[in-house]
């Protein structure tokens, strides 16, 4: 009798299976996309917006400034770090609004860069969205929507991690 109530009782081992803290999935599509999907709970999800907002050391100001007054190239790469900056701060609210509902489970971050030929040709877009996750393992896959079903071949998943 111990042996049947044992079996018919849930763990909470397989709970948190199903429901894991985080994961993770790297992907390339025809060797021109790099494809990075991450998976938080809330509290990762937290985490990771408290970070955000933090923004950059004081070390990296510093090297912001100073890149900033080279001659030339300078001023641009200083820009380009101000806007990766603002991008962080942009990324913290979306982050926070989302953990507003208390129905999210968790966050869903999606991003994509142009790798290999694309990238030096300009061919191809980089795409950035964070969304909500419902928080289940299964769920946890690539986002990237393959233009039709022939071309599915070509998307190439080369890493998935889940942390429980």
Partial sequence: MVLVASVSIPSEAS?????????AVKATYAGNIEINDMYLNRTQAKKLSDKLKKGATKKQDFASYATSLVPGFG??????????GWQKA???KKIDKLLKNKNTKGIHVYDTKSIGR?????????QHKISTWDGKRSSIKCGFKVPSKA????????KTKIVN
Avoid: C, E, N, W
Wanted: net charge positive; hydrophobic share 40%; proline share 5%.
């Fill in 15 to 23: 709970a948190s299976s199903a429901y894991p803290q985080k994961g």
């Fill in 75 to 84: 001023p641009v790469l200083g820009f380009m770090q101000m806007a990766a």
């Fill in 90 to 92: 942009d990324d913290a």
């Fill in 118 to 126: 694309a990238a030096a040709t300009g061919g191809s877009t980089t």
């Fill in 151 to 158: 071309q599915q071949k070509y998307l190439r998943i080369s």
